[in-house]
Structures are given as structure tokens and as C-alpha cells.
């Protein structure tokens, strides 16, 4: 396929409800969304960049720099056989890996569409239905936690993820055991935490998470395997993972025992089938985590999070979860067992809805031969 055209459009959502982590709070959801024109079709890919460097170190704009400066004049004319070989193209531009994945999924769309066959089947996925929880922020109060934990579980949502951070750990996960018992459950630092706090981590060791999501600095798989050394409840590792590589390196010292894979920080599909294998060789689980993705980011993550090495339940919920309405048609829907459908229409599987797309767009570009 030869690529004729690429749009950029940095666009914004308003989200349902605020989304509160330790390292800050969204209210809407911006992001980039990627359109490439090839042999008579176009794809979609999302860059899940944020407006400020606070999760990793991209955001829209510099996203949108690197990609009009370096990318895009690169994938303009350029002409593949499949999207796996669009790593290559780009190796030698250090990291945006959120920049580099838009373009990645992008191009899986259109080669999906050419082919007629789903993204999930491209990538090698089995399973038809994905487990599903749901990852809440932090709130104002305990009790607004707790309502809010009540309404998704009644809803069916299989698992449920909770931000914590320091003066927000302990007692909140004390009191969603006492309201709910024994559901599956687990927590999410975003690297709030140092070695001082051994003793939060300890005292969180007892109530039978499901993992401990990032606690540590994002750059430090040495203090993490100190942690996981101390504690039976695993580790997960979100922010530490960026590349394949760095999977192999934190089973090999033992910082974690499980891996959250999101193709966006890891920089495209291909990054994140590697890691998905390297992990399955050496049996460690992985599982689909998530960045608020619209409708089309989400699309890609589903089909992914059908590989069979994804063995916990994922960070994808139904578009009702994150948006009033989503730019996908049909929207993502919860089934009554907690589970996603992958979709089996060639390419994404859902339609993009152009109109909203335009609604939502805040600045766009068009990038032709
Ligand atoms: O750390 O997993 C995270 C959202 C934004 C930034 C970081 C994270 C998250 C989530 C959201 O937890 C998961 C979802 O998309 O539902
Ligand atoms: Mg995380």
C-alpha cells in the first residue's frame, strides 16, 4: 500500500466524570487522532498523548511536533507490505512512542481493511470476549469512592482498579473490602511512592490484591524488585515498560510479576506483541491497561487485549464509562458477564463517526505528497 495523505487533528472530549490520579486531574480528554489515506482507503490510529508531560513525558504538542517534522515526511509516499514494518522506518527517532503508535495503529487499520480481516485476527488473537474492569480515580471523599465502586459493580464490571496515593492508600482500600469483600481488586501508584514507604505497601499486602500497579519511580526496576522481594501480592509494572526490552529486564531482576501492556507508551502493535511474547515465554501475565483512549484507541486496545497471554482483566470499559457520546459506532458495550466483544468487522471493527470526530477536533492538518 502507498500512503497518499495523513490528517492530524488534536481533539477534545469532555470526559463524564473528572479522572484524579496521584500525578493529577483530567477533566477532558485530549489527544491526537491520526487519518492515513492509502490505495483508495484510510485508517485511524490515536496518540493518547495528554495536554501537560505528567504521566510520561509527551504531550499533544510535542506529539504533533515530532510527527509533522520527522514522522509523517517519512510515512508520506512511503509504500509497506504490513504495518510490522513501520517500526524500522522510524528506529532511529529516540522515544514518542505515543506519537509513533498513532501512525502504527493507523496503518494496521488500513492494512486490515485491505486484507478484509479484523484487527484482533492480524495480531494473532484468540479470545473472542475480553474480561473487563473498570480504573477509578481519586475522589473528594471515601464515600464518593465507595458509590461510585457500587454503581460499576452493579453495572458488571469484573474488577475494580483504584488510584491511590500517599494519605490515600491503606484506609480507602480498608474501607472498599469492608463494603464489598472479596472482589477482585487492585491499585494503581503512578509512581508515588519511594522505599521509605515499605510499611504502606505492607500494610496493603493483606488485603488480598490482585497486584500492586507502578508504586515506584518509573525508571528504577532495582527498588521495585527490592518491593516485590518483601510483599506476596505481585507487582505490576505500567510507566517502567516502554520498551520490549525492558519487560525481559524487570522479570530477569524480579521487579515484577505481572506487566501492564498499553501499545501507545510502548510505541505501537508491534512493541506490544513483542512484549506480550516475551512475557509468555518466561510465564509472567500480562493484561490491557489503558489511557482514557477514545472509541478509536480503544478499538486497537480490544483487538490486542484478545491475545492469549492477556490473562487478568483489562482497563477497558464501555464508552459510557469515559464519554457522554464516543466517535465509534456501534459505541463499546458492556456484556452482562463483565466482558467486551472483539469485534469481526475488517479493520477496527467499528465505524468512526467523521461528524463528531469534526465536533471534537480543536486543530487539524492535513499532510499531502
Ligand atoms: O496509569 O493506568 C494508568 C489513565 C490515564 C493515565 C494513566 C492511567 C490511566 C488509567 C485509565 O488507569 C484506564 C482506562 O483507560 O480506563
Ligand atoms: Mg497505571
Not at 484510510?42 to 509533522?68: F, I, K
Amino acid at each position: 500500500m502507498r500512503v497518499e495523505a495523513i490528517e492530524l487533528r488534536q481533539i477534545a472530549m469532555p470526559l463524564l466524570f473528572p479522572f484524579e490520579t496521584s500525578f493529577g486531574r483530567e477533566e477532558v480528554k485530549i489527544c491526537l487522532l491520526v487519518r492515513i489515506y492509502a490505495d483508495g482507503l484510510s485508517g485511524w490510529g490515536e496518540a493518547p498523548a495528554s495536554a501537560a508531560p505528567l504521566y510520561n513525558e509527551e504531550t499533544v504538542g510535542t506529539a504533533w511536533h515530532v510527527l509533522e517534522s520527522f514522522i509523517i515526511p517519512r510515512v508520506l509516499g512511503w509504500t509497506f507490505h504490513h504495518p510490522s514494518e513501520f517500526p524500522a522506518l522510524v528506529k532511529d527517532i529516540r522515544r514518542h512512542h505515543m506519537a509513533k503508535a498513532g501512525i502504527e495503529a493507523a496503518l494496521w487499520d488500513l492494512f486490515c481493511q485491505a486484507e478484509s480481516i479484523p484487527l484482533y485476527q492480524a495480531l494473532g488473537g484468540e479470545r473472542r470476549r475480553i474480561v473487563v474492569g473498570v480504573s477509578l480515580g481519586i475522589e473528594e471523599t471515601v464515600d464518593k469512592l465507595l458509590s461510585r465502586i457500587e454503581g460499576f459493580l452493579a453495572r458488571g464490571y469484573r474488577r475494580i482498579k483504584v488510584k491511590i496515593k500517599p494519605g490515600w492508600d491503606v484506609e480507602v482500600v480498608k474501607a472498599i473490602r469492608r463494603t464489598f469483600g472479596e472482589i477482585l481488586l487492585q491499585v494503581d501508584a503512578n509512581s508515588a511512592y519511594t522505599l521509605e514507604d515499605i510499611p504502606i505497601f505492607e500494610a496493603l499486602d493483606a488485603f488480598h490484591l490482585l497486584l500492586i500497579e507502578q508504586p515506584l519511580a518509573e525508571d528504577d526496576l532495582v527498588d521495585h524488585a527490592k518491593l516485590q522481594a518483601k510483599l506476596s501480592t505481585p507487582i505490576c509494572l505500567d510507566e517502567s515498560i516502554v520498551h520490549p526490552e525492558d519487560a525481559r529486564k524487570a522479570i530477569e531482576l524480579g521487579s515484577c510479576r505481572v506487566i501492564n501492556i498499553k501499545q501507545a507508551r510502548l510505541g505501537g502493535l508491534s512493541a506490544a506483541l513483542r512484549t506480550h511474547d516475551i512475557c509468555q515465554e518466561r510465564n509472567v501475565p500480562v493484561w490491557c491497561g489503558g489511557l482514557l483512549e477514545t472509541g478509536v484507541g480503544r478499538a486497537v486496545n480490544i483487538a490486542l487485549a484478545s491475545l492469549s497471554n492477556f490473562r487478568l482483566p483489562a482497563d477497558l470499559s464501555a464508552s459510557d464509562r469515559y464519554f457522554q457520546e464516543d466517535i465509534i459506532e456501534p459505541p463499546v458495550t458492556l456484556n452482562p458477564d463483565g466482558t467486551i466483544t472483539v469485534p469481526t468487522a475488517p479493520g477496527l471493527g467499528f465505524q468512526v463517526v467523521e461528524e463528531r470526530v469534526e465536533k471534537y477536533t480543536v486543530r487539524k492538518q492535513v499532510f499531502r505528497l
